[in-house]
C-alpha cells in the first residue's frame, strides 16, 4: 500500500537494537524493502594522535522503521533487532509528526545534538529559518537558544541551535496541537 506522498503505509515505530549495531540495523529493514529512519549527528573525537568527525546516533540503541504492526516478523528477524518499543506486548506507534520534526532538523544542517528529555514552559512558533513553521516550548538557559525535538515515546529529545528572533509566542489551540513535541532552549 502506498500512500499519496510516496510512503508506504503504516506507522512508525521505535526499534530497540543491541548496542552500537544502529546503522548495521537500519542498513538490514532498508535491504529488506522496510522505510527506516536513523537520526545522526556528527560529533569530534579525539584519538591520542589526532581529531575525527564521526557520525553517531541521536538516540543511542533505537532505530525507527515504519511499517505494518500486523506484519511485524520480517522487522523482529532483522538482524540486531531486539524488540519494537511498546505498552506491555502491544507495540506504540511514534507520532508521524515526531518523525518529520527529526527529519527536518536532519536536513536543516543546523548544529544538532542530543538532549535531555524536557516537557515544561511556553510555546512558541519558528517563524523564521529552515525550521518554519514548528511549534515549540521555550525555555531561558544561558541566553542562548536551542529547538528540542522529542520522541515521547523513548523520552529522548535531539536539541539544534537556532537564532531567538525566530520564536513568537502562539496560543493555546496550538499549544493542543503540539502535544509537548518541540521544546526551545
Known amino acids: 500500500m502506498v500512500q499519496e506522498d510516496g510512503c508506504r503505509g503504516g506507522a512508525w515505530f521505535a526499534l530497540r537494537v543491541m548496542s552500537r549495531h544502529e546503522k548495521t540495523t537500519a542498513n538490514g529493514l532498508r535491504q529488506r524493502g522496510l522505510e527506516e ?3 545522526l549527528h556528527t560529533i569530534r573525537r579525539r584519538w591520542s594522535d589526532r581529531f575525527m568527525d564521526v557520525q ?3 538516540f543511542p540503541g533505537y532505530v525507527f522503521c515504519r ?8 522487522v523482529l528477524n532483522t538482524p540486531g533487532v531486539v524488540s519494537i518499543i511498546g505498552i ?4 506504540a506507534p511514534v507520532d508521524d509528526s515526531e518523525i ?6 536532519v536536513k536543516s544542517g543546523c548544529s544538532a545534538q542530543p538532549w535531555p528529555f524536557l516537557n515544561v514552559g511556553q510555546f512558541v512558533r519558528i517563524d523564521a529559518g529552515p525550521l518554519t513553521g514548528m511549534v515549540g516550548r521555550l525555555v531561558e538557559v544561558k541566553k542562548s537558544s536551542r529547538l528540542i525535538i522529542s520522541v515521547t515515546l523513548l523520552q529522548r529529545s535531539v536539541a539544534v541551535e537556532i537564532d531567538p528572533l525566530w520564536a513568537y509566542p502562539v496560543n493555546g489551540s496550538i499549544q493542543a496541537e503540539a502535544r509537548s ?3 526551545l532552549r
Open 37 to 39: 529512519f536513523l537520526p
Open 56 to 58: 553517531e546516533p541521536f
Open 67 to 74: 511499517f505494518d504492526v500486523r506484519d511485524r516478523m520480517p
Open 88 to 91: 506491555g506486548k502491544s507495540p
Open 100 to 105: 518529520a520534526a527529526l527529519r527536518g532538523v
Open 181 to 183: 513535541t518541540f521544546v
